[in-house]
């Protein structure tokens, strides 16, 4: 498909001179037009920071070093959302491109109605609308993800943790954005909620035509519900694939790692088996591959040289891009 977000050669650091360190490193992803694409990886590898900085929300000491992120508008020529001034990073940001953040439920304000805060949202982002007409907006919003307008009056503490979930992604998507990035959207939730959420979320995806970011450490999660999934270990891009592809032939000993710590919910059985060790410190990241110490496949060139990320000959024939020596790569991520 066409792509609508391109990531290139995305630096993201916190703090300056001798003190920085770098998050993200070198990213470069595309999101296609009605995909869902899932980022996955342990606390610490870089994908909160990548969300964050491709919509330029990093909070100092975090900054932007390097790269591009590409937009496509929908009738309009394709621009760089670095590049925006704050007008159009206003613009951008929830009417182009919203993100539901971790812990989001409980970011609605406490002492507004429901109704008032989607009022808020349509009045400073269309300001020609009618009364009646965001009214109308509103109600339709919250009916698309399963809450009875009936609680438009509500206040946020009458609701479920579901239901304020719930109340979120609709506010993400009142503008009708192209681009829906959700950070650990449901992690407060029990499973069953989580992937009842999901599966309406990918529902309407299908419906509104938008397309998704999903960011999370559950990988059996994104297995299920995502296109394209891409794995991140210390601030990299270490392998990415077709969701089925991966799920059958990890090639990655990190991606095999992360699968064998989730419970599968669909397929063969896993064994659990989680990771040993625990992920690297930004301030002193291992040498080579920043995964050897922990990789149980690690061998003579893993901590001395660092993997180049490309296209390695795959048993299926079927795309997919890794960063690991077990893999040599034919032709390298730009
Ligand atoms: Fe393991 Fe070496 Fe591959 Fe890194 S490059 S994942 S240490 S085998
Ligand atoms: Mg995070």
């Not at 491109?97 to 304000?109: D, E, P, Y």
């Not at 008032?116 to 020609?128: G, M, R």
């Not at 299926?316 to 034919?330: F, I, Q, Y």
Request: with cysteine; proline share 7%.
């Amino acid at each position: 498909g066409e792509p609508v977000l391109e990531i290139k050669n995305l630096n993201v650091d916190y703090g300056l001179g001798d003190q920085a360190v770098r998050a993200v490193r070198d990213v470069n992803l595309t999101l296609h037009r009605g995909e869902v694409l899932g980022l996955a990886g342990e606390s610490g590898s870089g994908k909160s920071t990548l969300a964050y900085g491709l919509t330029r929300l990093l909070a100092p000491p975090g900054v932007i070093t390097g790269g591009e992120v590409i937009y496509h508008p929908e009738n309009a020529e394709p621009y760089d959302v670095l590049g925006l001034d704050d007008r159009g990073l206003r613009k951008f940001r929830w009417a182009e491109t919203a993100i539901v953040f971790q812990g989001a439920m409980n970011s609605l304000n406490p002492v507004h109605k429901i109704s008032t805060q989607l009022n808020d949202v349509l009045e400073a982002h269309e300001p020609k609308m009618s009364a009646h007409s965001r009214t109308a907006r509103a109600r339709e919003m919250l009916k698309l993800v399963g809450i009875s307008p009936d609680r438009m009056d509500a206040y946020p503490h009458q609701l479920s943790g579901g239901m304020r979930q719930r109340v979120m992604i609709g506010m993400a998507l009142i503008l009708q954005p192209q681009v829906v990035i959700m950070d650990e959207p449901t992690t407060a939730l029990d499973v069953v909620m989580q992937r009842q959420i999901l599966g309406q979320l990918i529902e309407l995806r299908e419906r509104l035509g938008f397309s998704v970011i999903f960011i999370t450490h559950d990988l059996s999660l994104l297995v299920e519900f995502s296109n394209r999934i891409a794995i991140m270990y210390g601030g990299r891009i270490v392998e990415e694939a077709q969701a089925t592809a991966l799920y059958r032939d990890s090639l990655h000993p990190y991606s095999a790692g992360l699968l064998g710590s989730f419970p599968a919910l669909r397929g063969a059985r896993r064994e659990l088996t989680g990771i040993p060790g625990s992920p690297p410190d930004l301030k002193g990241m291992p040498t080579g591959c920043s995964f050897h110490p922990r990789c149980p496949k690690a061998f003579d060139p893993c901590a001395g040289n660092i993997p180049v990320l490309g296209n390695p000959d795959t048993p299926d024939g079927s795309a997919r891009t890794v960063a690991c020596w077990l893999h040599p790569v034919k032709q390298p991520v730009a």
